[in-house]
């Protein structure tokens, strides 16, 4: 099974974190970077071939993951030169795609079991499968239902439930034909397309642990459970890990630098200097062999 990784963005909503390191390595409990972790993942459900998609300090992202076979898997690069959005990058590849294939964000932590949505998809004949999460959120005052200036009910802080795209997709090949290559797609013009003309998307509803990354808030929430779901995400006989140097080129580039307080998620250690922006691009080695 074939996975693709969307890792170019340039976090801009996680600074100061990521204003020189890329968002899927951002350390997370001191241990290891968010793309290890959906790496050692990927692996664990029965995918073999990862395509990362990069961007933004995308050499650093290959400065660590490589070809992959650290965790198990065979990575490939597709390099873009313009942001592409979710969807768009695939289209210039899409020959050499199977017929199915795994799209995922590379700022989650998530323990939701992919090879099961993968094998949900083929079997429901889908041309795109999404992933959702069922969440629930308080409006912080009472809400007026009137009708024009009376009123006729009255909620003090209803809490609304709904569900959300968790940003991991399964897609069918076939459905991406009529799009054109080089033009940016997100996932939102996919969706609405295959519903207008079909086949229509399913969805694989997940109520395990799931945190998009997407906030300097969502980073420090990550940081202070992860000592909890490390096992849900990593797996029970996973090593402890330990974040060491790198040669990137002709530079030693230490993510350790970066350092998290679990408790406050505060960098404890600049990871850049003013005069060496490249010191600032973080790429880490893994002490430990991965199993």
Not at 22 to 27: E, I, N, Q, T, W
Not at 42 to 60: E, K, P, S, Y
Not at 68 to 73: A, E, K, N, Y
Request: proline fraction near 6%.
């Amino acid at each position: 099974m074939r996975a693709v990784v969307v890792a170019g963005g340039k976090g801009v909503r996680l600074r100061p974190y990521t204003t020189t390191i890329p968002k899927p390595l951002v350390p997370i409990g001191n241990e290891c970077s968010i793309i290890e972790i959906l790496l050692r993942q990927l692996a664990r459900h029965g995918f073999t071939d990862v395509t990362l998609a990069i961007n933004h300090l995308g050499h650093i992202i290959r400065g660590l993951v490589g070809d992959g076979s650290r965790w198990g898997v065979n990575v490939d690069y597709w390099e873009e030169a313009t942001p592409l959005g979710t969807i768009g990058p695939i289209l210039e590849h899409l020959d050499e795609m199977p017929e199915h294939f795994v799209v995922t964000n590379a700022d989650l932590l998530c323990s939701i079991d992919l090879g099961a949505m993968y094998r949900q998809h083929v079997a429901g004949g889908a041309g795109v499968t999404l992933a959702s999460h069922r969440q629930r959120s308080q409006i912080e005052y009472g809400v007026l239902h009137v009708e024009g200036n009376e009123l006729r009910d009255f909620e003090e802080k209803p809490t609304h439930e709904y569900l959300v795209n968790m940003g991991i997709y399964v897609v069918a090949r076939e459905s991406l034909r009529q799009f054109t290559p080089g033009e940016p797609l997100g996932f939102d013009t996919l969706a609405r397309t295959l519903l207008a003309d079909g086949p229509r998307p399913q969805i694989f509803e997940f109520d395990g642990y799931w945190l998009d990354i997407g906030r300097p808030e969502d980073y420090d929430r990550a940081n202070v459970e992860f000592a909890g779901v490390r096992d849900v995400l990593m797996g029970t006989n996973t090593p402890p890990l330990t974040l060491a140097p790198v040669l990137v080129g002709e530079r030693t580039i230490d993510l350790a630098a970066m350092a998290v307080d679990g408790a406050s998620a505060e960098i404890l250690a600049p990871a850049w200097s003013e005069d060496d922006e490249l010191a600032a691009g973080v790429a880490a080695a893994r002490a430990v062999e991965v199993a």
